[in-house]
Nanobody, 127 residues
Framework: QVQLVESGGGSVQAGTSLRLSCAAS????????MGWFRQAPGKGREFVSC????????DYADSVRGRFTVSRDYAKNTVYLQMNSLKAEDTAVYYC????????????????????WGPGTQVTVSS
C-alpha cells in the first residue's frame, strides 16, 4: 500500500499558475502509475493526468493538455502537477492516486483502476 498526501492547492485568479505536489510514502515500483484526478461540486471524479513512475509515459485529459504538466522526483518520492493558465472550470478538489497493477494506458483514465488515494487538495480559480 502507498500513502499519498497532496499539497499546493489554493485560491487564485484565472490565468495564473499553481503547482500541486503528491508525497508518497512506501516503496514505489517502476511499473506503478501515478494519476491526478479532480472532482468539482456535483460532478464525478475526472481524470486529469498520469505518469508512469519510470517517467517514460504521461497522459493528459484534453481539457488540460498544453496547460498542465505532470512530473515526478525519484529522490523525493513525489509527483507534481504544474498547472498554468488556470481557468474557472479548473476549480475542483484535486486527488493524487497510485495504480499498483497497471493494465495499460487504455485504463489509466478510470478512477476504479487506482488502488491508493490521497485526501485531496482544493483548487479554486476565480475569473
Amino acid at each position: 500500500q502507498v500513502q499519498l498526501v497532496e499539497s499546493g492547492g489554493g485560491s487564485v485568479q484565472a490565468g495564473t499558475s499553481l503547482r500541486l505536489s503528491c508525497a508518497a510514502s512506501g516503496r514505489i515500483f517502476s511499473n506503478y502509475v501515478m494519476g491526478w484526478f479532480r472532482q468539482a461540486p456535483g460532478k464525478g471524479r475526472e481524470f486529469v493526468s498520469c505518469i508512469y513512475w519510470n517517467g517514460i509515459t504521461t497522459d493528459y485529459a484534453d481539457s488540460v493538455r498544453g496547460r498542465f504538466t505532470v512530473s515526478r522526483d525519484y529522490a523525493k518520492n513525489t509527483v507534481y502537477l504544474q498547472m498554468n493558465s488556470l481557468k474557472a472550470e479548473d476549480t475542483a478538489v484535486y486527488y493524487c492516486a497510485a495504480d499498483r497493477n497497471s493494465r495499460g494506458s487504455y485504463w489509466q483514465t478510470l478512477p476504479s483502476e487506482y488502488d491508493d488515494w490521497g485526501p485531496g487538495t482544493q483548487v479554486t480559480v476565480s475569473s
